[in-house]
Every structure is written in structure tokens, then in C-alpha cells.
């Protein structure tokens, strides 16, 4: 089945401690994307990539980085830097052009 | 500033009861218009894609119209199983990225 997945679905940190998000996709999609929401908020976009080895931030990139090493995956790490990290955290991808993007399923970062 | 409104944020309705959500929206030249559902702890569902005013898309229950300010999705004589929140998400044709913008969501109840 064609699809995108993220692991792991609910993930635990210490606060000071980096974490990486993974986000892989089997759909030949050039571009992928990092959202997060917080209740009653829409999705905010962290990162985006439109092409291997290139990357843009979005509206809330601090305390995030990222990597496109190959066209599938796009892993989202989560630094010390990022002062309210915990939130659920979604991962799209679509093709070029005004077309919808698929999303998976989330995973949902508690820091404590 | 690319902006996406959705009213109501909560919606209550019995069984059979139909109703619209709103998303208002401004946006320098529009590529796109989605709506998504979305249910609890899960990543968003893709509906309906609409390009221009005027255009309407219809699945089962579910119904979207485009104007040049606002989109509809019109829900008729729904069900329990259509309770979910509702996003709306907007595409700009300028600057050459494929980023959406989203709304807050409607989270819509639908008593038995």
C-alpha cells in the first residue's frame, strides 16, 4: 500500500534533549512537509522540501531542523532550542503543482 | 498575508439535521482550495480540492462550493459516524512553493 508513515505514533523526551521525528513516504512525491498543532489551533508549518537536498523553513522553524538526503524521507529533529515542544506532529507530502497532499498519521511528542 | 477564517469553531447538530461550515479566505491569487476532515489523534483525511468560484464537489453526505471570498461545505441530514473537526486549507499562486495555509477547523458533533 501506498502511503506515509511516521514513527513512532507517541514519543517521550526530557526536556534539554533533542528528538527526531521520522517521516517516510512510497508515494515518488517530490514534496514533503512538517506540521505542527496544538489544540484548537490549525497546522503550523515547520519545515518544507520541494526537492532532494533542499529545504525552506516555514512560519515556525526555530527550534527545528531538518534533512532531504533522499527523495522518500524527511526526518524532523525537535532541539533543546524549541521551548514548547510538545505537540502532535504531522508529516504530508504531495507532487508539484496545485495538488492535495497526503498526510500520516501523526506522532504525538510529549517533553516533560 | 495568505489568511484562512473558518467559523463556526464547534458545531452541534442532531441526526438529520443539515448545516454549512464556513472558510473565508485571502489569498494573493488562488492555486487551490481543500478540505480535510480530521479525527481525534489521526492525520487529516483529504475531501474535496476546488480550483475556481463556482466550482462544487460533492461525496456522499458532503458538499463544497467556491466563491471568490469564502468556501461551503454543506453537510446533509448528517450522521454520528460525520463527527470529526473540519479544516479548510488554501494554495497561493504566488512565490512558486506548494505550502498550504490552514484554517483552525470546525469541529462538528452530530448527535444520535
Known amino acids: 500500500d501506498g502511503g506515509i508513515t511516521q514513527s513512532p505514533k507517541y514519543l517521550f523526551r526530557k526536556e534539554g534533549q533533542n528528538v527526531t521525528l521520522s517521516c517516510e513516504q512510497n508515494?515518488?512525491?517530490?514534496?514533503m512537509y512538517w506540521y505542527r498543532q496544538d489544540p484548537g489551533q490549525g497546522l503550523r508549518l515547520i519545515y518544507y522540501?520541494?526537492?532532494?537536498?533542499?529545504?525552506q523553513k516555514g512560519d515556525i522553524a526555530e527550534g527545528y531542523s531538518v534533512s532531504r538526503e533522499k527523495k522518500e524521507s524527511f526526518p524532523l529533529t525537535v532541539t533543546s532550542a524549541q521551548k514548547n515542544p510538545t505537540a502532535f506532529y504531522l508529516c504530508?507530502?504531495?507532487?508539484?503543482?496545485?495538488?492535495?497532499?497526503?498526510f500520516g498519521p501523526g506522532t504525538r511528542l510529549t517533553v516533560t | 498575508e495568505d489568511q484562512v477564517t473558518q467559523s463556526p469553531e464547534a458545531l452541534r447538530l442532531q441526526e438529520g439535521e443539515s448545516s454549512s461550515l464556513n472558510c473565508s479566505y485571502t489569498?494573493?491569487?488562488?492555486?487551490?482550495l481543500f478540505w480535510y476532515r480530521q479525527d481525534p489523534g489521526k492525520g487529516p483525511e483529504f475531501l474535496f480540492t476546488?480550483?475556481?468560484a463556482g466550482e462544487e464537489k460533492e461525496k456522499e453526505r458532503l458538499k463544497a462550493t467556491l466563491t471568490k471570498k469564502e468556501s461551503f461545505l454543506h453537510i446533509t441530514a448528517p450522521k454520528p459516524e460525520d463527527s470529526a473537526t473540519y479544516l479548510c486549507?488554501?494554495?497561493?499562486?504566488?512565490?512558486?512553493?506548494?505550502?498550504?495555509?490552514f484554517g483552525k477547523g470546525t469541529k462538528l458533533t452530530v448527535n444520535p
Open positions: 489569498v494573493s491569487g488562488l492555486r487551490g
Open positions: 508515494l515518488n512525491h517530490d514534496a
Open positions: 486549507a488554501v494554495q497561493a499562486s504566488q512565490g512558486g512553493s506548494e505550502k498550504l495555509v
Open positions: 476546488l480550483y475556481s
Open positions: 504530508a507530502s504531495n507532487d508539484r503543482g496545485p495538488s492535495k497532499q497526503y
Open positions: 522540501s520541494q526537492i532532494v537536498n533542499d529545504f
